[in-house]
Structure formats: C-alpha cells, structure tokens
C-alpha cells in the first residue's frame, strides 16, 4: 500500500505541473484532496491493515497530502502569474463584447389579470384560489346545471374519469368559499380555465378567467353595475361607456351581458365592432336562489351577485387586438410591444 501512495504522488506531482487553468487545477484538487479523493480512500483502507502495519501507512498518507497540498499551490501561484496575478475571482478580460443579458418582462395577459385584481381587491374583494382539476358537482351541479344541460356534453367538457373533470370556469371557487363561510361573501377567483373549443381568432381551449361574487343582506343588481362600471372606468378610461344586455346562464337569474363602447370606432360602428358600436365584454348576474340553497344560505335574507370576466378578452379589448393565438405563440416582437 506504501508504494501504492508513493506512486500516486508522483503521479499527482506530474498533473499539477502540466495544469493550465484554475478549472483543471480546481479538478485536480477535487480529486485527489476531496472528500471523496483519492488520498481519502487510502485513510478509509488503514482500518482494513493490520495493526503492526497502520502506523506507517497512515505516515505515508499523510506526507502524501502535504506533498500533493504543496503541488496545488505551486500550480496555482504559476496560473495567477501568468493571468497577471489575478485569480478568477477578479480577473477581468475587458477585450471581450459585453454579455447580452435582456431584460425580462411580464406577458401582457399577466399584466391585464394583475390590473384586474388590483382594480377589484380596492373594491373590497379578496382573493381566493381553487383546483384546476375539479369534480363535477362544484364544476355543474352546485351551480344549477343539471346533468341534461349541453354544456356538461363530453364534446365541449375535458372529462379525466366519470366526476373529474377540468374545470370549465373559476365558479367552483365560489361554491366552495361559500361552503366554509357565512355571508357576508366579496371574492373574486382568478385562474386557468378549460373547455374543448377549437382554436381560433377569438377562441382557446385554455383561458384565464376573475369571476367575482358577492352576497349579503339587501344586493340588488344596482349595486353589480354599480361596480362593473367602475371596473370599465379604471380598465379603459372615463370616455368608455356601457350597457347591459339581457342573456342566460344557469347559476344567474337574471342574467346579463355587459358590452362598452367600441375603443377603436368610439361607437360609430366599424368593422372591429361589426358596425353595432359595442364589444361584449363579460356575463354578470344575480347569483340563483339555487345556487345559494346548495350552500345553504337563507334565501329570504341573502342575495348576491356575480360576473365572470375572461382575462384574454379584456387583454384584446385594451390593445385593440383581433386574433387571441397570438398571446400564445411566443413570438418576442409580439410579446415585446407591451
């Protein structure tokens, strides 16, 4: 084993003298210094000697290190010479162009939902979050749409296994807070949504969706106007105006459609509003006495509103752009512009 060393050290004597760089020195070291080193091996193999024959093995393996130890640091005084006596900590080579370390910056759709939030969580309303991955009853049942109700088809619905599904819309947020909490209830529900649509200028079958909700004694739909109008007024500016149109949803009743007025046109009629003046921009309405009986909220005393706002569709709506793919087809000289 004595020899065995002796020739390891010579060995060593060579590499650290022909080494040309702080990386191969650095190398070097590590092998035959490290913890898992050469020279750490043969302290591990003493206890394996007899005892008679330990004491000088473990001699040799020490004068070993010291030899190896003193082979390091000539290396390394010969490397810092010849790098003008800088270690790589601070040498510098100024001849060299300088990195090209862009910037990163924020997706335009994620700087439309933090301006959303910020918008609503002023108003009062506070955060909550729920699975992606949801059952069928929060995803329909709780929200009165019975299961002979189209939109629980397998054709529009990505179902994982008979009651799992991905959910179709941040609203099983809402019936779940509503679960675990009394009225009063002011939340809004932010995330990723999935329906099986066909990718086209206006549709994905993944969206970003903020449905908001509230319930207590005495809300009517004045009061939900009340706040989207506000929303508009931040979102889009004071020359924006609104209207509300009658229309269905299962989990409202009754049930509206808000539009504002064309930014591009200023509501004369063109062609990105199809000549009516107007783009819709989210579905609102007074939340079900259905609904809020699944929850088991006393009908006679509470009600409530909600609206659902599709993030991609205010994020077109602001930059004035036509075709949603291209939020998602990762091109920078899109991506760049906001």
């Known amino acids: 084993m004595i020899e065995e060393i002796k020739r390891i050290q010579e060995k060593s004597q060579d590499e650290f003298a022909s080494a040309v760089g702080h990386k191969e020195l650095e190398q070097l070291r590590t092998k035959y210094l490290g913890k898992r080193g050469i020279l750490a091996s043969f302290l591990k193999r003493i206890g394996t000697l007899d005892s008679e024959l330990r004491p000088a093995a473990g001699k040799a393996v020490n004068d070993a290190k010291r030899a190896v130890v003193s082979f390091f640091e000539?290396?390394?005084?010969?490397?810092?010479?010849?790098?003008?006596?800088?270690?790589?900590?601070?040498?510098?080579?100024?001849?060299?162009?300088?990195?090209?370390?862009?910037?990163?910056?924020?997706?335009?759709?994620?700087?439309?939902?933090?301006?959303i939030l910020d918008i609503f969580m002023e108003m009062g309303f506070e955060v909550e979050l729920g699975p992606e991955v949801e059952l069928e009853y929060y995803n329909f049942e709780a929200l009165n749409t019975p299961k002979d109700h189209p939109a629980r088809d397998l054709q529009d619905t990505f179902y994982i296994s008979g009651e799992v599904l991905l959910r179709t819309q941040t609203s099983p947020v809402q019936v779940r807070v509503m679960e675990t909490i009394d009225p009063p209830v002011q939340m809004i529900s932010p995330g990723v949504t999935y329906r099986r649509d066909a990718a086209d200028m206006t549709h994905l079958p993944m969206f970003s969706q903020v449905e908001g909700l509230m319930v207590d004694r005495g809300i009517t739909f004045g009061h939900l106007k009340g706040f989207l109008t506000e929303f508009v007024r931040q979102m889009f500016g004071e020359g924006r105006r609104t209207r509300f149109r009658p229309h269905y949803f299962p989990f409202?009743?009754?049930?509206?459609?808000?539009?504002?007025?064309?930014?591009?046109?200023?509501?004369?009629?063109?062609?990105?509003?199809?000549g009516t003046g107007w783009l819709e921009i989210l579905g609102c309405g007074m939340v079900h006495p259905h609904v809020l009986d699944f929850v088991h909220y006393d009908t006679e005393k509470f009600t409530g509103f909600a609206f659902g706002i599709g993030v991609e569709r205010i994020a077109m709506l602001r930059y004035n752009?036509?075709?949603?793919?291209?939020?998602?087809?990762?091109?920078?000289?899109?991506?760049?512009?906001?």
């Open 74 to 115: 000539e290396a390394k005084s010969r490397i810092e010479s010849s790098a003008g006596g800088k270690s790589p900590a601070t040498f510098f080579d100024y001849t060299l162009p300088p990195y090209p370390f862009p910037k990163g910056f924020l997706h335009p759709c994620t700087l439309v939902m933090d301006e």
């Open 252 to 274: 409202t009743e009754p049930s509206a459609e808000m539009d504002i007025s064309c930014g591009v046109c200023g509501g004369k009629g063109c062609r990105a509003c199809k």
């Open 321 to 338: 752009i036509d075709d949603i793919r291209l939020f998602f087809e990762n091109d920078l000289r899109f991506l760049k512009q906001f």
